[in-house]
Nanobody, 123 residues
């Protein structure tokens, strides 16, 4: 059973930076896709970025050039470095995982494991 635990959220002023971490355990797949999603109050869950087991990355247009997804395989951890944060980035951020490739990565229903989320507030 895959477990995902997010950390690193918090409150920051516009223009600031945060780095989110997602620690994974119980993962036995040789190929996988790890995604970051966010959900603001009253809005649908939105795919932010994804990375596959080969290190290929994908980003939503709204975060390209500002956010960077990366992974440390030795630590079984995926990161989301968020720079130049804007108030519209305020949301609960979730880490998700599924076996296989990152095809159709923004589709949240595609993922089989989820973390509990971490709040990011930009003012």
């Amino acid at each position: 059973h895959v477990q995902l635990v997010e950390s690193g959220g918090g409150s920051v002023q516009a223009g600031g930076s945060l780095r989110l971490s997602c620690a994974a355990s119980g993962y036995t797949y040789s190929s996988y896709c790890m995604g970051w999603f966010r959900q603001a109050p009253g809005k649908e869950r939105e795919g932010v970025a994804a990375i596959d087991s080969d290190g290929s990355t994908s980003y939503a247009d709204s975060v390209k050039g500002r956010f960077t997804i990366s992974q440390d395989n030795a630590k079984n951890t995926v990161y989301l470095q968020m720079n130049s944060l804007k108030p519209e980035d305020t949301a609960v951020y979730y880490c998700a995982a599924r076996p296989g490739s990152c095809a159709s990565w923004p589709d949240w229903s595609w993922y089989t494991s989820w973390g509990r989320g971490t709040q990011v507030t930009v003012s």
